[in-house]
Structures are given as structure tokens and as C-alpha cells.
Nanobody
Framework: QVQLVESGGRLVQAGGSLRLSCAAS????????MGWFRQAPGKEREFVAG???????YYADSVKGRFTISRDNAKNTVYLQMNSLKPEDTAVYYC??????????????????WGQGTQVTVST
């Protein structure tokens, strides 16, 4: 069992930066691939970034070059550093974990555990 708690979301101006954190509990965190997803009002949830147990990373084209996903297994935490934020980045951001699977998935169906989400709002 893995429990995930996101934090760090807030209102920020366009061009600004935020770092989201996802604190995980559970013994399998270090071997689990992790992902960040987001859902904007009226839109479907979409993949943002993923990181494998070996710290391989993968990004959606819309955030590539602006966002960086990382993990600290000693702290059971995964991060999403978001730079050059745009109004279209406004969404609820969710952290997700794969149960006992070390490789990244880019669809929500590939993840077994989800956090409650944290709101990111980017103003013009």
C-alpha cells in the first residue's frame, strides 16, 4: 500500500516557477515508478511527467524543457519543478505511483495509487 500527499500548488504569475512535492508512504516507494498528471476544468486528465526507479524520466511535449521531475528515495518524495509557467498550465496536479513496477507509464490506467491533488493556477 502506498499513500501519496501532494503539496506546493498555489497562484503564480505567468513566467514564474513552482515546485510541487509528493510525499509517499510505503516500503515499495524506492522501486516504484512515479508520475505527475494534471486535470484542467472541463478537460481530461493528462500525463505530465514520469520517473522510473532508476531515475529515467519522460515528459509530455507540452512541458518538455520547462518542467523537471526528480525523486529523493531517502525522503520518499518525488518533485515536479515547473519553470516558465503559462496560463495553460493551470490545473489540479496529481501524483501517482505504480505498484511494484519500475518503469514509467504515460496513461493513468498504468498507476495504482493517487494523491488528492494540488491546485496550480497561473495568472496572466
Amino acid at each position: 500500500q502506498v499513500q501519496l500527499v501532494e503539496s506546493g500548488g498555489r497562484l503564480v504569475q505567468a513566467g514564474g516557477s513552482l515546485r510541487l512535492s509528493c510525499a509517499a508512504s510505503g516500503r515499495t516507494f524506492s522501486s516504484a515508478a512515479m508520475g505527475w498528471f494534471r486535470q484542467a476544468p472541463g478537460k481530461e486528465r493528462e500525463f505530465v511527467a514520469g520517473i522510473s526507479w532508476s531515475t529515467n524520466t519522460y515528459y509530455a511535449d507540452s512541458v518538455k524543457g520547462r518542467f523537471t521531475i526528480s525523486r529523493d528515495n531517502a525522503k520518499n518524495t518525488v518533485y515536479l519543478q515547473m519553470n516558465s509557467l503559462k496560463p495553460e498550465d493551470t490545473a489540479v496536479y496529481y501524483c501517482a505511483a505504480r505498484a511494484g513496477i519500475t518503469t514509467i507509464a504515460t496513461t493513468g490506467a498504468g498507476y495504482d495509487y493517487w494523491g488528492q491533488g494540488t491546485q496550480v493556477t497561473v495568472s496572466t
